[in-house]
């Protein structure tokens, strides 16, 4: 197996990479591209940088969300962190892109495509998400405080809005916000008394399945790039022409799916073309749809959508 070397520290001089935003994205997107994008023979295994590298971009990170704290000010409603958050969210989504670009235009192909794809790009995301971990302590943590993560006070007021009393205190309100976090995890995987470690599993699927305003961790916020930019446009049911009233554009596919004898979005039919097939290898079969099945979860996709329904009875 060929091992790709971990990608040096690039010669800087005396520029300073946390002088700009620019100037920090020039400094860390190499490394981004490595980490995501370089090929390997191993899709479960981002490739490495540099341990000094690693250390300059930690040091860059935190210098520059440090200073951006010094001069922001609190009356702009801006928070030291959000034009770095906000370029990675813009990164992830045009690798997303890219990677859909390169989908074969074969429906019988698309499946052992997108598992490797999805393998690779997944473990990048998870790489740069230690790699960039202080803006998660700083910046995604912070967001949450301020009620700006997956799921929010709205949220929970508005499920529990029969059960909500005018002398709630603060203390039980939090209880509520609890309790309402909880119940939406079980349907991520979690169960009342699980490790922290399928807590966070869960959350992170949780996180993925957000809508694009909410402030999530950086391996969710590849993740539901994954699903926004990739998934969904191959989930999507094409256009139909309606005769003498030009091209009739049919819903994109959701938890109902499309209607009885309307052509269904790539990935539902290659799907059906995978589960359907006679003959060959039984179990490799299986494989792919729990691979496909883990895939649609860790990037978000509700389990009440009908593909996500169809595989995790296969997987089960």
């Known amino acids: 197996m060929n091992l790709i070397p971990p990608l040096p520290k690039p010669a800087t001089g005396s520029a300073n990479p946390a002088a700009s935003l620019s100037s920090l994205w020039a400094y860390v997107s190499p490394a981004l591209d490595h980490i995501v994008k370089s090929p390997t023979n191993n899709p479960e295994k981002a490739p490495a940088i540099d341990v000094e590298f690693y250390s300059g971009i930690h040091s860059a990170c935190y210098n520059y969300i440090t200073s951006q704290t010094e001069t922001v000010h609190e009356d702009t409603g801006i928070t030291s962190g959000t034009d770095l958050y906000d370029q990675l969210d813009r990164y992830f989504a045009e690798t997303a892109r890219e990677l ?15 598992i490797p794809c999805f393998n690779r790009y ?12 202080y803006v998660n302590r700083h910046y995604v943590k912070r967001a949450v405080d301020e009620d700006k993560g997956w799921l929010s006070i709205a949220d929970v007021l508005e499920h529990v809005a029969k059960t909500v009393q005018p002398t709630d205190t603060r203390e039980q309100l939090a209880k509520k916000l609890r309790e309402r976090r909880t119940e939406e995890l079980k349907k991520w995987g979690y169960v009342d008394g699980g490790s922290g470690e399928l807590m966070a599993d869960a959350e992170a699927c949780a996180e993925a399945a957000s809508s694009p305003d909410r402030i999530i961790h950086i391996a969710a916020l590849a993740h539901r790039r994954f699903r926004t930019e990739f998934i969904e446009p191959l989930l999507a049911v094409p256009k139909m022409k309606n005769k003498g009233k030009g091209k009739k554009k049919i819903p994109k596919a959701n938890g109902a799916g499309p209607p009885p004898n309307q052509p269904k979005g790539r990935l539902a039919r290659a799907v ?36 996500r329904k169809k595989l995790d009875k296969v997987v089960v």
């Open 122 to 133: 997944s473990s990048g995301a998870r790489s740069v998400n230690r790699l960039l971990n």
């Open 100 to 114: 859909l670009l390169g989908a074969p235009q074969d429906d019988s192909e698309l499946v052992h495509y997108i």
């Open 272 to 307: 059906k073309e995978l589960l359907e097939s006679k003959g060959g290898d039984e179990e490799k079969r299986k494989e792919d749809a729990r691979q496909l099945a883990n895939m649609l979860r860790r990037s978000g996709v509700r389990p009440e959508h009908v593909l």
